[in-house]
C-alpha cells in the first residue's frame, strides 16, 4: 500500500518516482485525501531534487486526466491555444485571438484564460473593462462562440484540471512557484485539457518574468515543447524579452486600449512585431499557409483589413458587453486620480524595470492581493517614454492612474525606481530573443 511519507523521502533521497506513485499523488491532490502540508513537501522535495523528463510527463498526462476536457466537437477546424508564461503589461492574447480568427482559415482560438493575482488583473479582467461583459460562461457557451467567431476567451472550468488548481494554490504559498517540472506540468496539463491540437507558447524572461534568465526560460520552453511532441501535439515556444514592460501600458483598461491601438495599425512597434509572430505561428503550426512567411503576411493583413479589431468587437458583444468601447475608448471608465513622473535629469533611458513597473501597477490598485479580490480596472501606467528614447529634464516619464492621490505617490515611488537615465544611448535589444520547436 502506497503512503505519501514514502513518496516524500524516495524524493527527497533523489529516486525516480513511479507513475503509481505519482498517480497517488494527483489523486490525492484531487480529491483532498492527501493533506496539505504532504503535497506541499513533495513539492519542495521535487524544487530540490527535479523530476526527469519522463517523471514530468507522465505528472502532466495524469494532471490533465484529474478532471474534465474540454468538449468542442461542434468546432470543426483546427484548433490552435496561445499560453504566456505572464508579464507586466502582457496583453498579447488580446491582440492574437482575434488576428487569427480574422484570418478566416479554419483555424480556431479556444482561450480559457484567468484571473491575474499581483501587478494587475488578467486577460478576463482586462476583458472586463468594457462595460457588460461577463466571462464566466457555460461550456456550451463556449463552444458556440468559438464556432460562431472563430475564437473566444472566457473563464477556465473549474472543473478542468482541478489538481492543477490545488498544486498552483499551494506553490504560491510554499517558494515553489518557480519550479520547472511543476511548472511544465502545470501550463501543459490544462492545454492537453483545452482539446486544442497546436500550442503556440511564449515563454518570458527577465525581471519581469517568470524565468529571470534565459537559461531557465530556454529549459522551460524545451521540456513543454517535448511534453507536446510526446502527446501529439505541435508545439511551439518563443522565448521573449520581459525586462522591460511589454508595450507602454500596464493596467487593465489602458492594456486594452492599447491592444485596440495594435488592432487599429497604431500600436507600439515592439508590441505588435510580438503579436505578428505569435499570431502567424499560430497560423503556420495549424497548416493554415504553405509558408511561415505567408502567415505573417495574413497576420499583418488582419490588421490593416480592420477585420481583426471587428472580431474583437464581436467577442465583447457575444460575452454581453458593449462593443461601442471598441470603436470608441473614451468610454473606458476614467480614474480619480491623474499624476505625472518627470525626469530628474536629460539623457537616455537605459532601464525600465518591469518588476518595480508591475509593482506600481499594484499599488495603483490595478491587481489584487488574493484570490477573488476587487481590483480597479481604471488604475494603471502609461509609458511616455521606452528604453533607448531620448528625455529632457522634467519632461513627462510616465502617467500614473489610480483612485486616490496616496496610490499615486505610492506607485511613483516604485516607478522611480524602475527607470535609470544614462547619458548614452543603450545596445538596442530584441524582444523576441529565440523560438523553440519551429520548422521554419
Known amino acids: 500500500m502506497l503512503k505519501m511519507y514514502d513518496i516524500i523521502r524516495r524524493k527527497q533521497e533523489g529516486c525516480e518516482l513511479s507513475e503509481e506513485e505519482i498517480a497517488f499523488f494527483v489523486k490525492g491532490a484531487t480529491d483532498g485525501s492527501i493533506p496539505?502540508?504532504?503535497?506541499?513537501?513533495?513539492?519542495?522535495?521535487?524544487?530540490?531534487?527535479?523530476?526527469?523528463?519522463?517523471?514530468t510527463v507522465t505528472l502532466t498526462e495524469y494532471m490533465t486526466d484529474s478532471g474534465e476536457t474540454a468538449e468542442l466537437s461542434k468546432v470543426k477546424g483546427k484548433k490552435v491555444d496561445k499560453?504566456?508564461?505572464?508579464?507586466?503589461?502582457?496583453?498579447?492574447?488580446?491582440?492574437?485571438?482575434?488576428?487569427?480568427?480574422?484570418?478566416?482559415?479554419?483555424?480556431?482560438?479556444?482561450?480559457?484564460a484567468g484571473r491575474g493575482l499581483g501587478f494587475t488583473g488578467g486577460t478576463l479582467d482586462k476583458l472586463e473593462s468594457c462595460k457588460g461583459v461577463d466571462t464566466e460562461i457555460s461550456a456550451e457557451r463556449f463552444?458556440?462562440?468559438?464556432?460562431?467567431?472563430?475564437?473566444?476567451?472566457?473563464?477556465?472550468?473549474?472543473?478542468?484540471?482541478?489538481?492543477?488548481?490545488?498544486?498552483?494554490?499551494?506553490?504560491?504559498?510554499?517558494?515553489?512557484?518557480?519550479?520547472?517540472?511543476?511548472?511544465a506540468a502545470s501550463v501543459m496539463s490544462k492545454k492537453l485539457a483545452s482539446g486544442s491540437e497546436c500550442i503556440v507558447l511564449d515563454v518570458k524572461c527577465g525581471s519581469g518574468g517568470f524565468c529571470r534568465t534565459q537559461r531557465d526560460a530556454e529549459e522551460l520552453a524545451r521540456l513543454m515543447v517535448r511534453i507536446g511532441a510526446k502527446e501529439n501535439r505541435k508545439t511551439v515556444a518563443l522565448i521573449t524579452d520581459m525586462s522591460a514592460p511589454l508595450g507602454r501600458a500596464v493596467g487593465n483598461s489602458v492594456e486594452m486600449i492599447e491592444a485596440i491601438r495594435v488592432l487599429e495599425g497604431?500600436?507600439?512597434?515592439?508590441?505588435?512585431e510580438l503579436c505578428i509572430t505569435v499570431a502567424a505561428n499560430m497560423l503556420y503550426s495549424a497548416n493554415a499557409a504553405a509558408s511561415y512567411d505567408e502567415c505573417v503576411a495574413i497576420a499583418e493583413e488582419t490588421i490593416y483589413n480592420g477585420k481583426a479589431k471587428e472580431k474583437l468587437a464581436d467577442l465583447v458583444e457575444s460575452l454581453g458587453g458593449d462593443r461601442r468601447y471598441i470603436y470608441d475608448t473614451s468610454l473606458f471608465e476614467e480614474s480619480n486620480v491623474t499624476a505625472m513622473l518627470a525626469a530628474d535629469r536629460s539623457g537616455y533611458i537605459t532601464r525600465i524595470d518591469a518588476l518595480e513597473v508591475g509593482k506600481a501597477a499594484a499599488v495603483l490598485g490595478a491587481g489584487r492581493d488574493v484570490i477573488g479580490g476587487d481590483i480597479d480596472h481604471s488604475a494603471g501606467i502609461i509609458l511616455n517614454k521606452k528604453v533607448g528614447d531620448r528625455i529632457e529634464e522634467g519632461e513627462a516619464l510616465a502617467t500614473l492612474q489610480g483612485e486616490s492621490l496616496e496610490r499615486a505617490q505610492a506607485g511613483m515611488e516604485h516607478l522611480f525606481k524602475a527607470v535609470t537615465i544614462s547619458d548614452f544611448p543603450p545596445e538596442k535589444t530584441k524582444t523576441i530573443i529565440k523560438c523553440i520547436g519551429a520548422n521554419y
Open 83 to 112: 499560453h504566456s508564461t505572464g508579464g507586466v503589461g502582457d496583453k498579447v492574447s488580446l491582440i492574437v485571438g482575434p488576428m487569427v480568427a480574422a484570418a478566416d482559415k479554419g483555424v480556431y482560438v479556444p482561450k480559457m
Open 143 to 183: 463552444e458556440q462562440i468559438v464556432s460562431e467567431l472563430g475564437f473566444c476567451i472566457a473563464g477556465q472550468s473549474k472543473r478542468l484540471v482541478p489538481a492543477d488548481a490545488k498544486l498552483s494554490a499551494l506553490r504560491d504559498v510554499t517558494c515553489t512557484a518557480d519550479c520547472i517540472p511543476l511548472v
Open 266 to 272: 497604431r500600436g507600439d512597434e515592439e508590441l505588435t
Open 36 to 55: 496539505d502540508y504532504q503535497l506541499s513537501a513533495l513539492m519542495m522535495a521535487i524544487w530540490f531534487r527535479g523530476m526527469s523528463e519522463e517523471e
